[in-house]
T-cell receptor
Framework: RKEVEQDPGPFNVPEGATVAFNCTYSNSASQSFFWYRQDCRKEPKLLMS???SGNEDGRFTAQLNRASQYISLLIRDSKLSDSATYLC?????????FGPGTRLSVLP | EAGVAQSPRYKIIEKRQSVAFWCNPI?????LYWYQQILGQGPKLLIQFQNNGVVDDSQLPKDRFSAERLKGVDSTLKIQPAKLEDSAVYLC???????????FGPGTRLTVT
């Protein structure tokens, strides 16, 4: 089993839709969790950290389920500008492991 | 605030040649990372520096890859000799003390022919 797995995608959704991505991880010692966004041929940028209690930033909600070892990202009211690849990142000790990413295309 | 700088942005070399990439992190950031991102995959951590010391280089193919961060600021990543499978984007990132938030540079796109 890979260390970090994500929904394979791509997700093609209309503007205004709600979309959710999942990410599972295998190392139960994982300590910190993040969602990064990567536009085509650009560098990754931090979207949000994921806290145990769940957290929200505008239209974005991140949740962590330690028992089942997964994190999720919910995007409400999708915008065209949300089109990108979403990478989940797991940290344990000094290690950072990126998932393969889930590509989202928001269609007009 | 200036971001992470990398050069060159693009490089095309033939297999068995050598290549070097340069990274200048955000001023004051103690931690510096080098990642390899192959097309269609997520970035893979190659090496992590804390100031000028290596924290983790477990995934660095040490028979051909080397990296250094002299004086705890700039860093260089070298590949010698290159193989076709080294074709990828090489990303440098930095983060400040007491933070796991990583700021990435624009990357160097390497093509090995």
């Amino acid at each position: 089993r890979k260390e970090v797995e994500q929904d394979p995608g791509p997700f093609n959704v209309p503007e205004g839709a709600t979309v959710a991505f999942n990410c599972t991880y295998s190392n139960s010692a994982s300590q910190s969790f993040f969602w990064y966004r990567q536009d085509c041929r650009k560098e990754p940028k931090l979207l949000m950290s994921v806290y145990s209690s769940g957290n929200e930033d505008g239209r974005f909600t991140a949740q962590l389920n330690r028992a089942s070892q997964y994190i999720s990202l919910l995007i409400r009211d999708s915008k065209l500008s949300d089109s990108a690849t979403y990478l989940c990142v797991i940290n344990y000790g000094q290690n950072f492991v990126f998932g393969p990413g889930t590509r989202l295309s928001v269609l007009p | 605030e200036a971001g992470v700088a990398q050069s060159p942005r693009y490089k095309i070399i033939e297999k068995r040649q050598s290549v070097a990439f340069w990274c200048n992190p955000i001023s004051g950031h103690a931690t510096l990372y080098w990642y390899q991102q192959i097309l269609g995959q997520g970035p893979k951590l190659l090496i992590q520096f804390q100031n000028n010391g290596v924290v983790d280089d477990s995934q660095l193919p040490k028979d051909r890859f080397s990296a250094e961060r002299l004086k705890g600021v700039d860093s260089t990543l070298k590949i010698q000799p290159a193989k076709l499978e080294d074709s990828a984007v090489y990303l440098c990132a930095s983060s400040p003390d007491n933070s796991y938030e990583q700021y990435f540079g624009p990357g160097t796109r390497l093509t090995v022919t």
